[in-house]
């Protein structure tokens, strides 16, 4: 990011902001979701207890000393924080460190019945297994016989308004997902299209976010992306263990596939695409530690980086990835979206439904006209959404045109 001054890193100790709601009140909503969804016995109850407690007044706890992941922790920054107020370290820390205290107050990782259990597993099937999700899937075949281009155009926005399907995110929404959207707030979608060309062989990494009905449309985006010939290869990054209520693990990738394939129609169809995409190769899964990261991807790891060096597009999916990808700063709205992800190793696409405070890339007039009409409730609604592409990420160019 040539030119541009480091924002303020966003914290959670500001009284009534949206970070600090996130802490003081979401999270402890999520531990009382978690315990009335499966019956965690009395030792597991105390370790949620302890969780709840510390979520209100204490302080960042290290994990034990036999933890398997201590010492990435510690390099993650766990060490400098430890012992400090949740609410006083970066907030995009402190919310990824809260999903690792609750795995550990319920057994995920430890031998036992509850080892590798996901305390999200239920709120994540009563979704995937809503009515409404076949209703979704049935529309399909009303869009068959439509112009490929309109298709791709429907599928994409599919993908994109899918973010608004966070469980996470419902919790404090008021039980539902919010009223339709008037539109995208930025939109180069243009951009993205041009990355992904007609009788392309590229490889496309999709960087998912949450399961259900956010990671059914993704699907259904990658699958016709691959039968139009757009891309030979995708690589689909899912986190490797539960995190923010809803966000895709490898379980919950097989769980969408299988609800796809027993589908009638076109997302029959589909679902038996990407099914023969996994098994000849052409569809890969990745669930690299750096995904449950408490940290922004310009501090991705090698491996990570040389991965998505070498595809055609890299799209990442929801606001957490967004807050990761321009960094959880306070950054003024019109901050070009290039300057903020040139060190992104190849071309990058944002779909994002705007969950929380950071943004950038707008033009002057949009964020007037949104301020206008809605103060800053714009920000962490919900109700809008963007597509910002940087296609010359990773080559030094600082502009959005490839
Ligand atoms: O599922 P998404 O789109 O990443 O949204 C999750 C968002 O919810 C929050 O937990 C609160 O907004 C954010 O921390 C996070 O950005």
Same mark, same amino acid.
């Given at each position: ?23 003081? &009140? ?7 979701q978690v315990?009335?969804s499966l019956?965690y ?58 999903y690792?205290?609750l795995l550990?107050?319920v057994g995920y990782f430890?031998?036992?019945?509850e080892h590798a259990v996901d305390p999200f597993r239920p709120v994540k099937t009563a979704?995937l ?38 469980l ?34 590229? /490889? ?7 399961a259900g ?14 039968? &139009? ?9 899912v986190k490797p263990y539960p995190y923010y209520v809803s966000d895709a693990t490898p379980a919950d990738l097989l769980d ?31 669930a690299?530690?750096?995904?449950c ?59 994002? /439904? ?11 007039? /949009? &964020? ?7 103060? =800053? ?5 919900? /109700?809008?959404?963007?597509? =910002? ?14």
């Amino acid at each position: 990011m040539p030119d541009t001054a480091p924002a303020p890193v966003i914290l959670g100790n500001e009284t009534g902001s949206f970070p600090h709601s996130v802490l003081a &009140e979401r999270h402890p909503a999520i531990i009382r979701q978690v315990r009335a969804s499966l019956p965690y016995g009395p030792h597991r109850q105390r370790a949620l207890d302890a969780l709840l407690a510390g979520c209100a007044d204490g302080v960042i706890e290290p994990l034990p000393a036999d933890a398997h992941d201590r010492d990435r922790w510690a390099a993650w920054g766990l060490d400098t924080y430890a012992g400090q107020s949740w609410f006083d370290v970066p907030w995009l820390w402190s919310e990824s460190y809260f999903y690792r205290r609750l795995l550990e107050a319920v057994g995920y990782f430890r031998p036992g019945p509850e080892h590798a259990v996901d305390p999200f597993r239920p709120v994540k099937t009563a979704e995937l297994d809503a009515p409404r999700t076949d209703e979704e899937l049935s529309a399909l075949d009303r869009l068959e016989s439509r112009p490929a281009g309109e298709r791709a155009r429907a599928l994409l926005h599919g993908s994109l308004w899918g973010n608004r399907a966070d469980l996470g995110f419902r919790l404090s929404a008021g039980g539902d997902t919010p009223a339709a959207a008037p539109g995208l707030v930025a939109d180069d979608s243009e951009i993205l299209w041009s990355l992904l060309p007609p009788a392309g062989s590229g /490889t496309l990494c999709l960087v998912a976010d949450n399961a259900g009905r956010e990671l059914v449309p993704d699907l259904l985006l990658v699958a016709h992306l691959l039968a &139009e010939g757009r891309i030979g290869r995708v690589v689909l990054h899912v986190k490797p263990y539960p995190y923010y209520v809803s966000d895709a693990t490898p379980a919950d990738l097989l769980d969408a596939l299988r609800r796809l394939t027993a589908a009638p129609g076109a997302a029959g169809a589909y679902g038996r695409l990407l099914w023969s995409a996994v098994t000849d190769g052409r569809l890969t899964v990745r669930a690299h530690p750096f995904s449950c990261g408490p940290l922004p991807y310009a501090e991705m790891p090698g491996d990570l980086r040389a991965e998505f060096a070498a595809a055609a597009l890299t799209v990442v999916k929801g606001d957490l990835n967004y807050r990761r990808l321009v960094g959880d700063r306070r950054w003024p709205p019109t901050t070009p979206f290039a300057d903020l992800t040139d060190y992104f190793p190849g071309p990058v696409a944002a779909l994002r /439904t705007l969950k929380s405070d950071v943004i950038c890339g707008l033009d002057a007039g /949009t &964020e007037a006209a949104l301020v206008a009409a809605e103060g =800053q409730r714009w920000r962490t609604a919900g /109700t809008h959404a963007l597509i =910002q592409v940087n296609a010359g990420a990773g080559t030094g160019r600082t502009s959005g045109a490839p």
